[in-house]
């Protein structure tokens, strides 16, 4: 895959799974005793070293560790992550939970945002080309390592209220062609206090209503389950919108 060998694939892929479980540094003891990968911790060290000069990996200035760049974590995203389909029980939740509100706009999407945000318990997001925007989950941020940095929860806070950056990501879905999208750290958000911080968003799209709804969290947030109910929420309001008219 790309530039790397089987054995940094699978040294990746553990790195990512153990920064998710601790949002901590890795280091190759951890990884050798925990995840019995067959190799020493010296050639895992030296595998690691590798990572790091091809980009997957970055060092921190408060460990030995290492923790997965954004770079790393789209190749753990595009090709290691196996997505949990949503049960037919959960899909029927989904739907249910924002039936009643079908016929007003308004009530329909910050309903879709305040369960996205119940069922992933991230900080969801919906925002429209008419520069609505519906937030819901800002506590669950609080409950996240990476936000107990408050400058990081603060400057999470003042960007919900920039709607250009966020409507932009309504055009680039329209660029990419692609059914989710995903903002991981500082090169995405534009911002170094952001590097922690990671987004998975899906688009709908009507007549004349375009928009998108996603979660915001950590970079380590479990995308096998976040992906296919944004993915999943995206298309029923794709849906409900068309039926609309909208």
Known sequence: MQDLTQRQT??????????????SPVGSEILEKKYKLGISPATIRNEMVELAKKGYLKKTHFSSGRVPSAKGFRFYIKYLVKQKPLSTIDEASYKNSIWDEKGETHKLLSQASKILSQKTNHLSLVVTNKEDMYYSGMANLLTKPEFFDLDVSRNIFVKLEEAHFWGEIINEFERIHEETMFLLGEEDFRDPIFESCASVFGDFSGQKLKGIIGVIGPKGMYYDTIIPQVKYFSELLEKVIIEQGL
């Open 10 to 23: 699978d040294i990746l892929k553990v790195i990512i799974q153990e920064y998710t479980e601790t949002s």
